[in-house]
């Protein structure tokens, strides 16, 4: 049984996209991380499977998910 997220996929993105602004701004990604409160390592990996999403695709993405499950 997969353990549920903390976070829905539309937070996930939201928090990524204002990573990028951070980003884009000058933070590093330990500055940024520690501000949204996630390890380093879940913000690579939500960025390698959610990155580059809008919302709405990541909605279709987790329905996709829940019907091949």
Avoid: N
Avoid at 30 to 49: F, G, M, N, S, V
Wanted: aromatic share 8%; glycine share 6%; proline share 1%.
């Amino acid at each position: 049984m997969a353990r549920k997220g903390k976070f829905t996929p539309e937070q996930i993105i939201t928090m990524l996209r204002e990573a990028e602004v951070k980003q884009s701004q000058g933070a590093s990604i330990r500055e940024i991380c520690k501000q949204l409160a996630i390890t380093d390592q879940t913000y690579y990996r939500w960025r390698k499977k959610f990155g580059g999403l809008k919302v709405d695709q990541a909605k279709r993405l987790k329905e996709l998910e829940r019907a091949t499950a």
